[in-house]
């Protein structure tokens, strides 16, 4: 795990004006870092949120996007990203390997995600969305050195309650590539319900919060996705390129 964020960890729950909502998600497009790059916070509406920054030399967005079309067809290729915590991945339609479709057409799907997220084995869904959702039609996708933004929604497995929200933007440097993820997280709320929905105040229940939602969510968070990443970037290059023989040296 990178030193930087053992640091972050050290500094505790961050001050929520450090962090900001999903619908100031356009943010991340500025070539600037933001206040918070590594970290947790506690966002107004109850919301969990978790920065992090992770450096991935000689890694490409075509590289990532591949990759989320690719890990989910075996369990050994998600314990890849994370041998202590990821324990199997799928979709229904088990497209991964599919050379007709692109890499953007394999993974823009629902992923069947089991994994630890701390000691707590979460089961949920993924739902990975056109980047236009999250940021409007109008923006500017590519702006900032951006080569890739991987969105999704996530939801329980064995209810429809959307649980959070996440965002894995990969973007060029000078002195490299760099990913940036942000996660909003624990708002629990019935999938697609309206504003109001009495369901939701339930779900959003002091009691209910403390009986479905981790303790420590936003360090649990933190950690898992630095080790998962760290670890990603350390031999994503070279196995993109066994796949890919044609394509060494351009990256």
């Not at 999704?152 to 429809?160: E, F, I, M, N, Y």
């Not at 109001?196 to 936003?218: E, I, T, V």
């Not at 993109?240 to 990256?251: F, I, M």
């Amino acid at each position: 795990m990178p030193s930087y964020i053992a640091e972050a960890l050290l500094r505790g729950e961050e001050a929520r004006d450090l962090a900001f909502g999903l619908c100031d998600a356009g943010q991340l497009l500025n070539p600037d870092y933001l206040p918070m790059e590594n970290g947790h916070a506690k966002l107004d509406n109850g919301q969990v949120f978790v920065a992090v920054r992770t450096e991935m030399p000689d890694t490409t967005g075509a590289m990532f996007e591949w990759w989320m079309g690719w890990h989910y067809m075996e369990p050994q290729r998600y314990k890849l990203w994370h041998p202590r915590a990821h324990l199997n991945n799928g979709t229904r339609e088990m497209r991964g390997d599919d050379p007709v479709l692109s890499d953007r057409e394999k993974y823009r799907t629902t992923h069947y995600v089991t994994e630890y997220i701390g000691n707590h084995l979460d089961r949920i869904t993924i739902t990975f969305h056109d980047p236009r959702r999250f940021f409007g039609e109008e923006a500017d996708l590519s702006s900032g050195g951006t080569t890739a933004l991987v969105c999704g929604r996530v939801d329980l497995q064995q209810a429809p309650i959307t649980v959070g929200w996440l965002i894995h933007q990969i973007r060029e440097r000078e002195d490299g590539t760099e990913m940036r993820s942000r996660f909003w997280l624990g708002r629990p709320e019935i999938s697609g319900s309206r504003g109001g929905d009495p369901r939701n105040w339930l779900l959003r229940s002091r009691w209910f919060q403390r009986m479905a939602m981790p303790r420590n969510l936003g360090q649990d968070m933190l950690v898992h996705c630095a080790m998962e990443m760290n670890h990603l970037a350390g031999f994503l290059p070279e196995l993109y390129g066994l796949y890919h023989p044609d394509a060494q040296g351009q990256s």
